[in-house]
């Protein structure tokens, strides 16, 4: 069988490390609009889209596939790659995949007889994100206490995904890690993976008692109410994503230190997120029936 | 406030220690029909039902309610308990709680207004087992393999309740733990846990390499094909319930050790398990607003 | 540079795993006197020392290496193997390895210009072996207790080789374990490892509350006054060898179930057991400049 | 009896910490020449060492005690602390503690009748600072690698008690460790906790597949011949004291990043730091049978 054939276009560094992964299996990686500086190993870097002799059989758009809908993202490149252009460098029926795809981008691939999928969209890759996103939250925290993480009394609110990598790494550090949540099966699962159970009726009670506090939900769990009642020498992170888990206003006011850490896979560890992208997209196509 | 009066009638030597815990809490509790060697300690222990003399707000059935629909399940008397007299001793509106509780028990019990709930269904009673469960799987790994469970190669397929509980033993004990999976959310999740990822597909062709699988599925996975290509040393455990998953016939024919290990927790912990239903039922009263 | 040939003689089935373990490596294993039910793969097993063709760079002794300190012990022969006959076997300046070699038996290797050394005075050995003296004692608490090793209260007397590797194996199954020594500096080891650290003079007053407490110290530490403050339904097993720590003439009288474990490797994992004597007799050879 | 009485006096950060540490205990806590800007929580804070109404029975010197030998280091202060006014407000033959304590301080106090001990010479201090260590070196790993130390290769090189508390925290956020010694014994304990043993004599031909380098050994180990095999992203952290065991400057030609990170205990957890000491001087009296 021929080796498959992948257009690696626009995207910040992690994309080139997607790229490079991609080409460390049975693969021919083409990049466009990468990052000059950085140029991905093993892959063919083009500096014009003309220069693709081969027609891809898939396209890897980026994290954020496109900010019109009409053309990738391509902040190292003066302006953003035409979606047109790259049609045009693709094989008839080709993949292609994306992050957060919007609709008009999907209608404008799928019109063109491509097939269009969201590798942000898959499970798999939301629960390996899971893991820089702790490392991440660790980092702050061992960058911000003036104690060690090892004997910290640490509050984790929720018990999703982003909760359990987080309590995971902060108990491997020997922290005493309380997670707190409403349903009794998330507690009773809290309890057998060692950390403490805490019902979410008992926060208020007992949220004096921790130097940190994490913030996995995505709803005001850290109210006025909640923040005066906590420490002045605890701290705040915030790892939940669009309206956020913390008032920060009241926070300031308090003259509490709290920190809304968004995004932390791409920040903490570009090359392993871009790598978790590759090995997602590997897997979709798996499920599509090609080994590579 | 009163106290909660509890009648624990029935069942094997679990129930002792379930009743042990209920009077951990503020409560008053009453046994009929448990062990008599092994008194409940801090319960009331009635030899006649005619001894009550307050009328209870709950009543414990067995683990297997009952054999018949008409009384519970008493291995520690000379017949089963009826519910008739069971019922004499309740309050109005008193609540029954039982595991695996059949619809004709249900209908004697809610037909003269009280209301019934089966513990066993409580997704945290579940949980809890796991480890238990667990704990038995790696104590028969130790007894029956001649080699340390450290360093062992051990194949776990699935990745249930069960599944997660039994990796994370092994693991921690220093075993090589694969598991063996269908979705790639779960064979991330088996990764970010420590475990090696192993599609499902690929189990034909891998298995030659483990010391001890553990079949957590119930379904037929491990059959014919799959147990012929297992080495001769190596053991098997089926941890799942119902039709299992293990072919123990062929098992036998090809002279491997297969064990089908069912019901660990009662057998390995029942003090422990026993205590799990009472957590059980002290949750299940908090969600009817009863605080102990 | 041709392959090293060994002579394993003698002993129990750790002898047969061992002779195998060095088969693995680039070496011409023969065997004598061992398990002919269990024949030693990829050996040459002689049925009498005359076959042997070749003479050997060294010769295997067993764990207890000679009664007499004229022939090594041999349980499946209908007696001992005279060293003479094994001497024959060698080449000049041959390295002798046995384990708990007495004087004469060096001697009489020695006086004859072979190099004699004692596998068993090897801390690597005694550190690996560790591992299944560990393993034991947790097959041993779970098979005795009727709780679960998660949630239990277990103190650890000692914070010599094997109580670390007992401690941590107990910890990583989630027990929760005390360490009791003398030492500051080793209470701070066992906290810096996750266990709760508690002054050896603290003994008395909180023995009371330990499901289990396991003894590695080879001195009359559980005593009868400690004994009698222990719960009734706590297990005490003693992992101390030669005068052991324990009076359980005192437990039996208190009706305290106490367990003296020895020599648990070669019971639980003879397998393992007999591949670390192979490992410490390779790290012995390159020490001496002789690498497989 | 009464309580305790501590002078605390001079020293940075750690030493507030330190004497809110002892006032936890049953003791009364006297400071001297401490930051002000961050007042030691109940203790009486001395501007003036004339007001010290009680004679104290216990003096603490700072980590560094005295850079002249006659007065004790003071960088809150004007100037340094005169020995002369310090002795004025102890008890005749008053304990008096410090770090690196040099002979003439020690002279100087012992010659007024004073006991003297250096808590930085305690092997328990020594290991509980491990843990702020390893914290350390795991932060700076994690905020200048651009992958997760999940799945990291990370070598350490010896097997002290820097070493052992590193490999360990790396080990429980999932990153690979191998371990690099000389003792055969040590590589046996490496293996043990989870962590891949190297004989030293290998670490030529393995070092180029590392992503993370950690040095514990106070010797030229990281030389010229093997920063020159390196992967050239990778990173080396040197946590060894005096003469570390970098050649620093063939790193830089090398464009290789390589990282002294030294006393991280007081930098990255100053908290933490002084309770440490705190620890160790109630170890001290109670070894002199007093039980604060």
């Known amino acids: 069988m021929d080796k498959m054939k992948f257009l690696v276009a626009g995207g910040d560094s992690r994309q080139t490390y997607l790229a490079q992964r991609l080409a460390r299996e049975k693969a021919k990686v083409f990049t466009y609009g990468l990052d000059s500086a950085n140029k991905a190993q093993r892959c063919t870097v083009l500096t014009e889209l003309s220069q693709m002799a081969e ?32 049609a045009d460098c693709l094989k008839a029926g080709a993949l292609v995949v994306g992050g957060r795809i919007s609709e008009q981008t999907a209608e404008f691939f799928e019109s063109r007889g491509f097939a269009v999928a969201d590798y942000f969209l898959r499970e798999e890759l939301m629960v390996k994100n899971c893991i820089p996103t702790a490392e991440g939250a660790l980092q702050i925290a061992m960058e911000e206490l003036p104690i060690t993480i090892s004997g910290a009394r640490v509050l984790i609110t929720g018990f999703g995904r982003v909760a359990r990598a987080t309590a995971r790494i902060f108990t491997a550090v020997d922290a005493q890690v309380t997670v707190c949540a409403r349903k009794y099966a998330d507690l009773a699962w809290a309890e057998l993976y060692g950390f403490v159970p805490m019902h979410i009726s008992q926060i208020g009670e007992k949220i004096s008692k921790f130097d940190l506090v994490i913030n996995t939900i995505p709803a005001m769990v850290l109210n006025h109410g909640i923040l005066a009642k906590l420490d002045k020498k605890s701290l705040v992170i915030d790892l939940a994503s669009k309206p956020g888990g913390v008032d920060f206003e009241t926070a300031r006011q308090l003259d509490l230190k709290a920190i809304w850490a968004l995004s932390l896979p791409g920040k903490v560890a570009p090359v392993t997120s871009g790598e978790i992208i590759a090995e997602t997209v590997i897997n979709m196509l798996l499920e599509r029936g090609v080994r590579l």
Chains 1, 2, 3, 4 share one sequence.
């Open 55 to 86: 027609q891809a059989d898939v396209l890897v758009l980026p994290l954020v596939s496109s900010a019109d809908g009409k053309s990738a993202t391509a902040p190292f490149l003066d302006q953003d790659i035409p979606f047109a252009a790259l």
